[in-house]
């Protein structure tokens, strides 16, 4: 619900402008202007908060926010090639010292994550911290499990044509053609006790969840697991998106109790951190495979 000051309020219209659903309409009637509330389309309200942040003389109050959730910017000093050098020196880091993350460090990128948009305006992502070692080593076997099942089913042609009707084909030929070749091989090292290359012997990791029912809920969770990545790398720690671990953890009964995800909810994106064990001195040349002007 969107409360308007009229003391304050100048119907200088920037608040519907700005308003992704022009819920605030300003109308000129008798010379004199007044914004308010269009009656027809307050439900249509995401609550992004836009339009209380926008406003020049704070007419705007959102029920579901405080006034003090809205300090003034302080101003930002880097530029745009400082951007660039940044994500030039972005990288998946997938070997880590061993050593924990304090709880201090993954609430500073949970923080940066939190400001990560989604699709529908909606503050429904939830993270699921995993710090403790025993738990990352309970999820790792049930996460295994899952592949060596996957293995064995995309090997037999009839249960491979079950595996296709309940994912569909495209997603077949990504296990079959991409993943499982790999696959095969991390799941022999495990099982030797070499090396965890699945969850890459990680100290902590970060799962992004969603409700099933979020039209949005892949593109919100890797947008905000990817604004982690970015930001743990500003504070020392090395990260890398896991695409592996979320169906796994999703499709297993056990790694969801573990976990303690809700049913209604699934985990759509997720990064594996640590202290990085390596320094990348240069950066890697990355290219678009086309980038038109029209
Ligand atoms: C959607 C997505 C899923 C990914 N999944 C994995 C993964 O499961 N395991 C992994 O080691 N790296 C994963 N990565 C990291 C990429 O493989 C990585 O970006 C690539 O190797 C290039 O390295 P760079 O990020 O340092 O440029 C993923 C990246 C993205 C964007």
Redesign the pocket.
Known sequence: MIKIDTLQCKACGICGNVCPRHILETIKENGQKTTYISKSRETLCMECGHCQAVCPNGAIALERFRNEQFPEHDSVDFDGEQILEYVKQ???I?RYRNEPVSRELLDKIINVSRYSPTGTGKRVTGVIVVEDSDIIKKLSALVYEVYEGLDKGLRNPIAKQIIKRKIGNNLVSTLTDFVMPGMRWYIKWYKEGKSNEIF?DCPALLLFHNPVSEPMASENC?IAA?NAHLASQAYGIGS?????IPPACNRNHKARELLKLPKDREIYASITLGYPKYKFKCS?P?EFVDVQYL
């Open positions: 972005r990288r998946s997938r890459r890797l990817y890398c998106v896991n695409d592996l890697i990355r």
